[in-house]
């Protein structure tokens, strides 16, 4: 039987009760058939667990009040023609939308917890490599930095020493430390001026590698 067929026939069996007292007890039973479809039955067996139409209805009807006017005799209940069924006037039809499984929440974060050690250590992996490789770029950056600044101050001590060396009338060697000074200077200009485009390069490259490798990990931390 299926779930609009029930609940029809239960209405028509509790006619006679006040409207507001139908429409309670045809939600119940709604939400009840909802919760056993959500432990796994089909809508069918829902249905058939509950119970006949004719048991439940007359549980509801014992459980009222007597009356002074019965109820007038319900005649042979034969199957409705439910494409023309109308519901009777301020009445509207629970919502029949089975409800998203519960068990699908559990089973994912059974399954996250199972895979934990597997996309744990590849989490921490990638975090490992990522930033290794910004340590890495980093130690490059303030060694060229370093050399660049060196080569300047090496232009210094070679006029300090090419100075000394005319003063103690050492005139070849200090054109030596002249020569020097000039390579040592050329080199610094020029190490001054490619190092905004070395770091920036380095950085940026390093920024791709860095984000390709930790799409890479989630990836396969998602598939584990």
Same mark, same amino acid.
């Given at each position: 039987?299926?779930r609009?067929?029930? &609940?029809?026939?239960l209405?028509d069996?509790? /006619?006679?009760?006040?409207?507001?007292?139908?429409?309670?007890? &045809?939600? @119940?039973?709604?939400?009840?058939?909802?919760?056993?479809?959500?432990?796994?039955?089909?809508?069918?067996?829902?249905i058939?667990?509950?119970?006949?139409?004719?048991?439940?209805?007359?549980?509801?009807? =014992?459980?009222l009040?007597?009356?002074?006017?019965?109820?007038?005799?319900?005649e042979?209940?034969?199957?409705?023609?439910y494409?023309?069924y109308?519901?009777?006037?301020?009445?509207?039809?629970?919502? /029949?939308?089975?409800?998203?499984?519960k =068990?699908?929440?559990?089973v994912?974060?059974?399954? $996250? $917890?199972?895979g @934990?050690?597997?996309?744990?250590?590849?989490?921490?992996a990638?975090?490992?490599?990522? @930033? =290794? $490789?910004?340590?890495?770029?980093?130690?490059?950056?303030?060694?060229?930095?370093?050399?660049? !600044? =060196?080569?300047?101050?090496?232009?210094?001590?070679?006029? !300090?020493?090419?100075?000394?060396?005319?003063?103690?009338?050492?005139? &070849?060697?200090? !054109?030596?430390?002249?020569?020097?000074?000039?390579?040592?200077?050329?080199?610094?200009?020029?190490?001054f001026?490619? %190092? %905004?485009?070395?770091?920036?390069?380095l950085?940026?490259?390093t920024?791709?590698?860095?984000?390709?490798?930790?799409? &890479?990990?989630?990836?396969?931390?998602?598939?584990?």
């Amino acid at each position: 039987m299926l779930r609009i067929t029930f &609940l029809a026939d239960l209405k028509d069996r509790l /006619y006679g009760m006040p409207q507001e007292e139908i429409e309670e007890r &045809l939600s @119940f039973y709604n939400e009840m058939i909802n919760d056993r479809m959500e432990e796994g039955l089909s809508e069918e067996e829902a249905i058939e667990a509950i119970g006949p139409v004719d048991e439940i209805a007359a549980q509801i009807l =014992s459980s009222l009040p007597a009356e002074p006017a019965p109820a007038p005799a319900a005649e042979p209940v034969t199957v409705p023609d439910y494409a023309a069924y109308q519901p009777m006037p301020g009445y509207e039809m629970p919502s /029949y939308e089975e409800k998203p499984g519960k =068990s699908v929440n559990g089973v994912k974060t059974a399954l $996250l $917890l199972i895979g @934990f050690p597997i996309w744990g250590s590849l989490l921490i992996a990638a975090a490992a490599v990522v @930033f =290794s $490789l910004i340590i890495c770029v980093l130690s490059l950056v303030i060694s060229f930095w370093a050399v660049a !600044v =060196s080569m300047a101050v090496s232009v210094i001590a070679c006029a !300090v020493s090419a100075v000394c060396s005319f003063i103690s009338g050492r005139a &070849l060697l200090g !054109v030596a430390w002249i020569g020097a000074g000039l390579f040592c200077a050329g080199l610094a200009i020029l190490l001054f001026l490619c %190092g %905004g485009v070395v770091t920036r390069g380095l950085l940026a490259a390093t920024k791709k590698l860095a984000g390709g490798l930790s799409r &890479l990990f989630r990836r396969k931390g998602g598939r584990s």
